[in-house]
């Protein structure tokens, strides 16, 4: 079989699925690393409880840590007040971040905000940061 034996329509096909095959692979090969990026880790097990000493958490900062796998944040609100949070945004799950001038957190990839008691003060994000209980013992904070 000769070149010309093949009709003009079907090289044009086989080329322009050969060209949609090669432009799949290169977009996911480069869209790749960053989706890794941006998404949050699997679950990857782990304590059921994190302990996190007081010191680590002044008032009005925040302390970012893992639990069970996933970011996860605890904060001093005031005074021997802490709260804790899972730190996937609920939107599209990025990391959010705090932003202690403002007292919120903020999340950097479409400007999700969120309180200090998780709840959504502006932005795409559909419902609040998932809460995690905290317990104080001594100088220890236990989060889970
Ligand atoms: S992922 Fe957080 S606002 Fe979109």
Known sequence: ??????????????LLTLLGGVGAVLAAASGWPVWRFLSPRGDEGGAEKVQVA??????????????RGQPAVVLQTSAG???????????LGCIVKWVPE???????CH?????TE?????GPPPKPL??????????????G
Request: include cysteine.
């Open 111 to 115: 400007a999700g905000r969120f309180s």
């Open 81 to 91: 007040s802490f709260s804790a949070f899972g730190a996937v945004c609920t939107h």
């Open 130 to 143: 998932e809460s995690i209980p905290v317990a104080i013992e001594g100088d220890q904070l236990f989060v």
């Open 54 to 67: 007081r010191s680590m958490v002044e008032v009005g900062k925040a302390h970012f840590f893992s639990f």
């Open 1 to 14: 079989m000769d070149q010309d034996s093949i009709p003009p329509a079907k090289r044009r096909i086989f």
């Open 102 to 108: 403002k007292g919120e957190f903020l999340c950097p």
């Open 118 to 122: 998780g709840a959504v003060l502006g």
